[in-house]
């Protein structure tokens, strides 16, 4: 099968969280089963050009068409470990993706909807028919709109779109504007419930509400979310659009790719181990002490590694750090925010913890440390209010650490509480999990981890290396979305 990944992000060269991983994780499964794999992105100037190899110049004239004039367009193309790349350039004053970051910008909307349509532009014109296009949240919700809409009648009528979404939190809202930027025009047409009007306010058109419309089939990442999405307020607004297209939306669990996020083969871990060698973990706790400069202590190390934001459960991770103090655990955070009052509160809270011996506050983006993190600490900590499906505790799974995690979303398919799971059998269990987004139901299962790390070492040995057997790969996700594909391959 041909398929084309339209996407914002792709890691390691572009990413700003999970959506990265997927993007390059899925697409290397595909391709490993024998699959043409192309992505397209956008061409930023602050992506990790370390990471591109053979950069060239793949087309240098396409012209996009936008607000009724066009806008020329360079496409680069590259291999970013393996796979093929496409990254589009526009030459325009707006500098779309010159602006030395991924998102954040007051007009991230059009910035996206260009995007997108740069993307379809690049397939007519270079004709390129893949079988399946594959387009990843908000930022390229207007692909399988304008495809069905526009280039269907310009020999683009065979191709078939699947559209999976990692957040419902970011729709992407846009007006009259992106419908004649775009060329979709026709105001009242699109202005319509059944098309791409918000379900909440009625002046405004829905980029994820029409890549769901649109789309042959829809996901979200993990089982428990697509439920979650659908009748609960975690669909953010779009549930009763779910509900109307359920027949073709579905929850795959995403997979980790253990090439990259595997202790025995890591590069940027000091020591290698698997489940054999346990013991070289605490080499890497070592290191990981001294690069943070933390006391040597016997003491277990609690980490949390991602975004800052209220999807993560923000007062949650800052009391969590407190509580591991108080219990006599390490602390150490890798995290951004993009809220400056949620940046600002950790600032604040780094500077007052700065001399404490037992944490440490690591405030950016930083690929390599992750990895000694993810390898050094005994626990990681994921208190989401909501998580489609989470990556930290898989990662923190495959590497020995033991997940504390709050039972939402993905993470209820993924972390099985050790003292009370009652659907899995005890040994298969792996963490621990708490409901609540109370302090005292985080503290609970925090003071279990702990206490099991204190009092029975060994079986909290066990509880880790177990959770290292887990296959959380991309094999059976990757099984799924080509049945996926072959079904709506087959649509007309
Ligand atoms: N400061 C930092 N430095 C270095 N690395 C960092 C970092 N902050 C985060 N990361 C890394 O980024 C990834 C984050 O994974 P998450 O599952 O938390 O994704 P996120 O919430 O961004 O995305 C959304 O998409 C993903 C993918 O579908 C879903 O799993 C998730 O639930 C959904 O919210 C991990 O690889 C983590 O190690």
């Given at each position: ?14 990413k ?10 899925l697409?290397?499964?595909l ?11 956008p ?15 793949a ?8 607000y ?7 496409v680069?193309?590259g ?5 093929v790349?496409?990254?589009i350039?526009a ?9 030395g970051c ?19 532009e ?7 028919r893949?079988?399946?296009i594959h ?8 692909v ?7 280039y269907k009648y310009?020999g ?5 779109v ?17 419908l004649?930027?775009?060329?979709l ?9 059944d098309?791409l009007?918000d ?16 789309s ?18 975690v669909?953010s ?7 109307l297209?359920?027949?073709k939306?579905?929850?795959?669990l995403?997979?980790?790719d253990?090439d990259?996020w ?11 181990y698997?489940?054999d060698?346990f013991?070289?973990?605490?080499y890497n706790k ?5 690069r943070?400069?933390?006391r040597s202590?016997?003491k ?19 009391h969590?750090?407190?509580?591991a ?10 995290g ?20 404490n011996?037992?944490?440490h ?5 930083n ?12 626990m990681i900590?994921?208190?989401s ?5 989470g990556?930290t505790?898989?990662?923190?799974l495959?590497?020995g ?12 398919n ?8 009652q659907?899995?059998?005890?040994e298969?269990r792996?963490?621990?999990?708490f ?6 139901a ?8 702990i206490?099991l790390?204190?009092q029975h070492?060994?079986e909290?040995?066990?509880?880790a ?5 887990y ?18 391959k087959?649509?007309?």
């Open positions: 099968m041909y398929i084309v990944q339209i996407a914002s992000e792709c890691a390691p060269v572009i700003a969280g999970g959506l990265g991983d997927v993007v390059y994780g697409s290397r499964e391709e490993i089963r024998g699959n043409c794999v192309e992505l397209i992105l061409k930023y100037d602050c992506m990790r050009y370390d990471h591109i190899w053979g950069l060239h110049d087309y240098t004239n396409l012209s996009v068409p936008w009724g004039a066009a806008i020329n367009c360079s680069y193309c291999w970013v470990h393996g796979r790349c496409f990254f350039e030459h325009s004053q707006d500098n779309f993706f010159n602006r991924y998102y954040g910008c007051d007009d991230d909307n059009m910035r996206f909807a260009f995007f997108s349509k740069a993307a379809l690049f397939l007519l014109q270079s004709n390129k893949p079988d399946i387009c990843h949240d908000w930022q390229t919700g207007l399988p709109v304008m495809l069905n809409e526009i310009h683009m009528e065979h191709q078939r699947c559209y999976t979404i990692h957040n419902f939190k970011h729709q992407g809202i846009g007006g009259v504007n992106t004649r930027a775009t060329g025009n026709q105001e009242a047409y699109y202005f319509q419930y098309k009007r379900n909440f306010n009625p002046f405004a058109l829905n980029f994820m509400k029409g890549g769901i419309v649109y042959n089939a829809v996901t979200t990442v993990s089982p428990n979310h697509a439920w979650e999405a659908r009748t609960t307020d669909g607004g779009l549930g009763h659009t779910l509900h297209h359920q027949d939306f579905s929850g795959v995403n997979g980790i253990y990259f595997n202790p025995e083969i890591d590069r940027y871990i000091p020591y290698n698997t489940h060698d013991e070289q973990k605490l070592k290191a990981l002490r001294e943070l400069l933390l202590d016997d277990p190390i609690i980490a949390y590694i991602g975004r800052l934001d209220n999807q993560k459960g923000v007062h949650l991770v800052h969590a750090i407190y509580h103090l108080n219990k006599g655990a390490q602390f150490v955070l890798l951004s925010a993009t809220e400056p009052g949620i940046n600002a509160h950790f600032q604040h809270e780094k500077q007052f913890l700065n001399s011996p037992d944490v506050l690591e405030l950016g983006f690929e390599e440390l992750s990895h000694l993190i993810y390898a050094g600490a005994d900590i994921v208190p209010n909501y998580e489609p499906c990556l505790q898989m990662i923190g495959k590497y650490t033991v997940p504390v995690v709050r039972g939402v979303g993905g993470l209820v993924t972390v099985f509480d050790r003292d009370y799971d659907n899995v059998p005890p298969q792996n963490g621990y999990v409901y609540d987004t109370d302090y005292l985080l503290e609970s299962a925090m003071d279990r981890a206490d790390w204190y070492p060994e909290f040995r066990n509880l290396i177990g959770g290292m057997k296959d959380y790969s991309w094999n059976a996700p990757g099984t799924e979305y080509l049945k996926i594909y072959d079904w709506i087959h649509q007309w």
